[in-house]
């Protein structure tokens, strides 16, 4: 018997060790062999731990003789004790059971070491398991493999990276030449990259590339394999845009995008679900909806999670939404086929402290600008290039100094300072004077696109209506290009489409909107970005400017602050924003004032021409001198929500209240409490809209009754 379980062992790669005898005894110097073991019962061998196969030399100690024992006669083997018999039989046991297992799967050795290459299936089915292998649920930092290589050397196919270079898409960008490869692998993937970077192309090419090369070929009907949550329904028709334009090469149609959000049909949307979407595009709330509502929703076999935006989607507050739609996604997994496993990415363009709340089931992710480390067990996601345990020696008390914000250089940063009463003249001067000079050289310079921030739904319906009041002007109109648009959280879903899809097409064009088109929104050719109202956390400044200065161009940004909020500068200064005084539109110096209090200089005659203009317009209008005192009453309840790190600067109680209702406009300071008149109007709109919609399903009941 153990001759032939020796024979037996050679013939199986990677059992050999294990169908060795208990003892062997030699005549070479060593004197007899003992097996080799662990020291306490149970423990595996100094072989066995961390090795599963066969090395070359196993093969030779089992198959030659002992040293020294060529020319004396082999002695015949010794009768086992019953004990030792009984172990022999039940190694043998065991080694017949993993042959089965062996016989099933086929070894592949590679030409350099023995150790056995798992297949895609069985990593994947590794990395579903759990955390298993991983080391302790730590990140490896993506390699950058520098510039110069095309997205083919990235491991993107031959046929995919001729229809990016078709697409203009030429040489990928940093973030994607870390990111593409870690994702084509399969490794889950933490991604950190300042706005503008490409992270969306980045994730993209991987998720097109793995669902089209799938085998068997991928159908509709065989339910969502991707699924990529955005925080606002306008990053999710951009995603789902750059979806469709890779999925345009040909040989790609079989793979179906689509999306789901707030404001559109529900119906509509289950009956496209019914029918299959491959790559689903979807916002939290409505996302989460269909997993518990629409039972034609199959996603058994998804294959890759994107959480794009993540630090938006936290402060948004999705943190409950997001954990439950990651809970349901792995229940239903349990249902489908598991050998899949599913690839988890995290994208945000800063750092975030409750990342690690929805980093839930990443095993030992690729990071790019994150680093990780384990704390009691949990994986702690870090900002930056973070050694595990950095963080502790930062500063005195042990806290983890702030990683610097990161702004792209093309942007040139400009404050604008200047006192409450003459913010919304020197906001009219600069759009003046910014569409004008591109009039006057449209041939010889490119055109202007400006995106104009503000803090509140109400603010934004105010001012554009007081700008579309200023462009109808008959005796001075004040141009802007291809067209006024706006965009806040309180319009209606086609509303919000049309205004962003026109903004997109315009050449020139001025766009007043809130924090919603602050994250992830590509807007093609924004020359200027104008931050009207305070942006609050750092974060939200480097968001806002990000929409200009994209692919590689350049751009300006100019941030409103009254005298009081100055200190704002020091803290963006500290991580690593310095912004230079505009003297052009802003007050050079404190000290230096006009009369009344009025900014000096060449523009006093035309900033209080611009505020007469202003005060003669909403004297004309109720409507709009209505919604000046709800902007109003806005600005104040959103200053005094500032968050508490931010209250010693933007301070309600500081607030001139007089002069920033002069601001808006107005000759009297309105009462601070009062309802909002755009809200007021949604409501009764959406009222309206849906008995609209009720009448025919209403008309057609009452025919079949009849």
């Not at 085998?215 to 969502?224: A, C, F, Q, S, Y």
């Not at 404001?263 to 979407?277: P, V, Y």
């Not at 005084?581 to 611009?610: F, I, K, N, T």
Request: with cysteine; aromatic share 6%; proline share 6%.
């Amino acid at each position: 018997m153990i001759a032939a379980a020796a024979a037996w062992g050679l013939t199986q790669p990677g059992l050999a060790h294990q169908a060795q005898p208990q003892k062997r005894q030699g005549t070479g110097a060593g004197g007899p062999r003992e097996p080799e073991r662990g020291g306490r019962k149970g423990e595996p061998g100094p072989r066995e731990a961390g090795m599963d196969f066969a090395a070359e030399k196993d093969f030779e100690i089992v198959a030659q003789e002992p040293h020294g024992a060529s020319n004396s006669p082999v002695p015949p083997p010794r009768p086992l004790p019953a004990d030792e018999d009984a172990d022999m039989r039940a190694e043998v046991s065991l080694a017949s059971r993993l042959a089965s297992q062996i016989a099933a799967r086929p070894v592949a050795f590679g030409s350099e070491s023995d150790s056995e290459e798992p297949s895609g299936g069985d990593r994947a089915e590794t990395r579903a398991g759990g955390v298993g292998a991983d080391v302790g649920g730590m990140g490896i930092s993506a390699s950058d493999p520098g510039s110069g290589v095309s997205f083919e050397d990235l491991g993107v196919a031959a046929d995919m990276a001729e229809h990016l270079e078709d697409c203009n898409f030429q040489a990928p960008t940093d973030v994607q030449r870390r990111t593409i490869p870690a994702l084509l692998k399969g490794s889950d993937a933490l991604v950190k990259s300042p706005t503008g970077s490409g992270k969306t192309l980045a994730f993209a090419v991987p998720i097109v590339q793995r669902l089209h090369e799938g085998r068997p070929k991928l159908r509709r009907e065989d339910g969502t394999r991707a699924v990529v949550i955005t925080p606002t329904r306008e990053l999710a028709t951009q995603i789902q845009e750059v979806v469709q334009l890779l999925l345009g090469r040909k040989g790609y149609h079989h793979v179906v995008p689509g999306s789901l959000m707030g404001g559109e049909s529900r119906k509509r949307e289950k009956s496209r679900l019914r029918k299959g979407i491959n790559i689903l595009v979807a916002t939290p709330g409505r996302l989460l909806d269909h997993l518990q509502k629409t039972e034609a929703f199959r996603c058994e076999d998804l294959q890759v999670l994107v959480l794009d935006e993540a630090d938006r989607l936290l402060d948004l507050g999705f943190e409950k939404q997001v954990k439950e739609i990651i809970s349901i996604l792995d229940e239903r997994s349990e249902g489908g086929d598991r050998s899949l496993g599913r690839q988890t990415v995290l994208l945000s363009a800063t750092m975030h402290a409750g990342l690690d709340r929805i980093a839930v089931g990443m095993k030992a992710p690729a990071t790019i600008g994150f680093s990780c480390e384990l704390v009691e067990g949990n994986m702690k996601i870090l900002d930056g290039d973070h050694q595990p345990g950095a963080a502790k020696s930062g500063t005195a008390d042990g806290a983890a100094p702030e990683a610097p914000l990161e702004v792209p250089s093309r942007i040139s940063q400009f404050f604008v300072e200047c006192a409450g009463k003459e913010r919304l003249e020197t906001l009219l001067l600069i759009l003046k004077e910014q569409f004008r000079g591109a009039l006057k050289a449209k041939d010889q310079a490119p055109p202007c696109k400006i995106v104009l921030f503000l803090s509140t739904c109400d603010g934004v319906e105010y001012m554009h209506l007081l700008l579309k009041h200023f462009a109808e002007d008959r005796e001075e109109p004040l141009t802007f290009g291809g067209g006024l648009r706006k965009l806040h959280g309180n319009m209606t879903q086609s509303e919000r489409a049309e205004s962003f899809k026109h903004f997109n097409k315009a050449s020139s064009a001025l766009l007043v909107c809130t924090d919603v088109a602050a994250r992830g929104l590509d807007f093609p050719l924004v020359t200027t970005i104008l931050q009207y109202d305070p942006p609050g956390p750092l974060e939200d400044y480097v968001h806002r400017v990000g929409r200009t200065a994209r692919g590689g161009r350049c751009g300006t940004a100019y941030l409103f602050l009254q005298p009081a909020e100055t200190e704002y500068l020091s803290l963006l200064s500290k991580r690593g924003v310095k912004l230079e005084r505009c003297r052009r539109y802003g007050v050079a110096d404190p000290g230096e004032r006009g009369s009344g209090g009025w900014g000096g200089g060449r523009h006093l005659g035309g900033r209080m021409a611009m505020h007469h203009r202003a005060q003669s317009i909403l004297g004309s209008s109720d409507i709009l001198r209505d919604s000046a005192a709800d902007a109003f009453r806005a600005y104040v309840r959103a200053y005094a929500a500032q968050p508490a790190a931010l209250k010693s600067i933007f301070y309600v109680k500081k607030l001139h209240l007089g002069q920033l209702a002069h601001s808006f406009g107005l000759k009297e300071r309105p009462t601070v409490l009062g309802h909002s008149a755009s809200k007021a109007a949604l409501k009764k709109r959406k009222y309206y809209e849906a008995k609209k919609a009720m009448k025919p399903k209403l008309q057609k009941f009452l025919h079949t009754t009849e």
